[in-house]
């Protein structure tokens, strides 16, 4: 489970950093797949790292620092 969390928090953190770059006009390409689509894609992996969470709380399993960044993101 810690490896899970560990890699599910890095590539929500890559996506959260991409999308962060396109709201501001900072992306150096396009995306093919609609914001939109990308944007509940980081959700539901938000969602999934807290269920993690969780279940780690009631099994007593130390996940470590990392944390994931809930933080509204303005993807217009």
């Avoid at 999308?19 to 689509?37: M, N």
């Avoid at 709380?57 to 944390?67: A, D, K, P, T």
Wanted: aromatic share 6%; hydrophobic share 35%; glycine share 4%.
């Amino acid at each position: 489970m810690r490896v899970e969390y560990r890699e599910l928090t890095a590539r929500a953190g890559r996506l959260r950093d991409m999308l962060q770059r396109y709201a501001d006009g900072t992306l150096d390409f396009e995306p093919t797949c609609p914001i939109s689509l990308l944007s509940r894609q980081l959700d539901v992996m938000d969602e999934y790292a807290l269920i993690l969470r969780r279940r780690a709380n009631i099994e007593h399993i130390s996940l470590g620092e990392q944390r994931i960044d809930t933080a509204t993101r303005d993807t217009r």
